[in-house]
């Protein structure tokens, strides 16, 4: 079956989603492991166009656990609640579709806390690796002003890609995936990318214009300067139609401007802590600059890595002992528990139609000492 012969069934209703989960008997609390298992697989993508290699981890709704079922150690050493080899649960598909972006340096699978809790509560979750600035890269300011380009690019052909194969008879993913019900996500440089997938963009000439004399210790300034005069980067034309946001720790608010994040057209919820290193400053007036509906959390005691699980590996660097310090950070469960909660309440309000989660999110933010959240849902 084509990917627009699957479209045009759905549109017709044959696999209907009207209105979201709204009947109180189905209703799965947000910050609860949800109802599904949690499979897990890995693809890999090749732009022929750009020449791009985008090795792609994919959490799923799964049905449940066979004895042989292999769990899965990321990074070779931390074992989530995800499982390699299950078949998906296709009793409520299709699902919405969540794309995540990694941070600078980071890896496809550093926030897998968050992607298995919204693959248990009925998201399909897909996180490539941008090429070029990964754990094994150390881009320079060049190479990260063309990174800055090419990272909202990967996230719209990975998508597309998933999308071919749900229309796909002969893949596992056939019919998981719902085309309409679309959003994207993502931690510090992939929160800059999540941003302009959701409609921010960056004119150079103004960011140049911040980075000289208001904002000069945006960590998006050393870039600037190495894209053309006149050069604005914005979402992709070819861009599949993402319906929803979520930033963690996203910077760059210098190179936006206010003017740059006026262009968002769709709900974005932004998430940041009062200890980050390198984004603190950028959380609030990012969040000023949103158009409703929009939403704002702070975690008292986060840190610029409080969104990662990349904490829990103990991994002998000493850039990430001082970001990882345990005297100084909130807990790494504590931070997830927030984050998992409320991303997964700002995604079912506005993907899956749940009007509940409006009240959810704030009777946990009121529950949670160390956070605080301000919104306007519509």
Not at 103 to 110: A, C, K
Request: glycine residues 8%; hydrophobic residues 40%.
């Amino acid at each position: 079956m084509s990917y627009d012969r699957y479209l045009a069934l759905l549109l017709l209703g044959i696999t209907a989603c009207s209105g979201g989960r709204q009947d109180p008997g189905n209703f799965w609390p947000p910050g609860e492991f949800g109802p599904h298992h949690v499979g897990f697989r890995e693809v890999e993508f090749y732009d022929d166009a750009r020449e791009r290699t985008l090795g792609t981890a994919i959490w799923y709704p799964a049905l449940s656990t066979p004895a042989d079922a292999e769990p899965v150690l990321y990074l070779s050493l931390l074992a989530g609640q995800a499982l390699r080899g299950l078949d998906a649960d296709h009793r409520q598909a299709p699902y919405p579709l969540l794309l995540f972006s990694h941070g600078s340096q980071g890896i496809n699978v550093q926030s897998y806390s968050l992607c298995e809790h919204l693959a248990s509560q009925g998201f399909v979750v897909a996180a490539p690796n941008h090429q070029g600035n990964t754990l094994m890269d150390n881009p320079d300011d060049a190479q990260m002003a063309q990174l800055a380009e090419d990272r909202p690019g990967d996230i719209v052909y990975v998508t597309e890609q998933l999308l071919a194969l749900a229309a796909d008879e002969q893949d596992e993913l056939y019919h998981l995936v719902d085309p309409r019900r679309l959003a994207v996500l993502g931690h510090s440089f992939g929160g800059y990318t999540t941003l302009v997938l959701a409609g921010g963009r960056v004119d150079r000439d103004r960011a140049l214009e911040r980075c000289q004399s208001e904002r000069p210790d945006d960590i998006m300034c050393p870039f600037v300067e190495y894209w053309p005069a006149d050069a604005v980067i914005e979402r992709p034309a070819s861009s599949p139609r993402f319906t929803a946001a979520v930033a963690l720790a996203p910077g760059g608010y210098g190179a936006f401007g206010p003017e740059g994040l006026a262009t968002i057209d769709m709900p974005v919820m932004v998430m940041g802590g009062d200890l980050d290193e390198f984004t603190a400053s950028d959380i609030e007036p990012i969040y000023a600059s949103l158009p409703p509906p929009r939403a704002l959390v702070e975690i008292s005691g986060a840190g610029h890595m409080s969104f990662t699980d990349i904490c829990r590996a103990g991994l002998p660097v000493p850039e990430l002992e001082q970001l990882c310090d345990p005297g100084k950070f909130i807990d790494t469960d504590l931070a997830f528990a927030i984050t998992n909660t409320l991303a997964s309440a700002w995604l079912r309000r506005f993907l899956l139609s749940e009007t509940a989660m409006e009240e959810a999110a704030r009777r946990a933010a009121a529950d949670f000492s160390a956070a605080s959240l301000q919104a306007q849902w519509e």
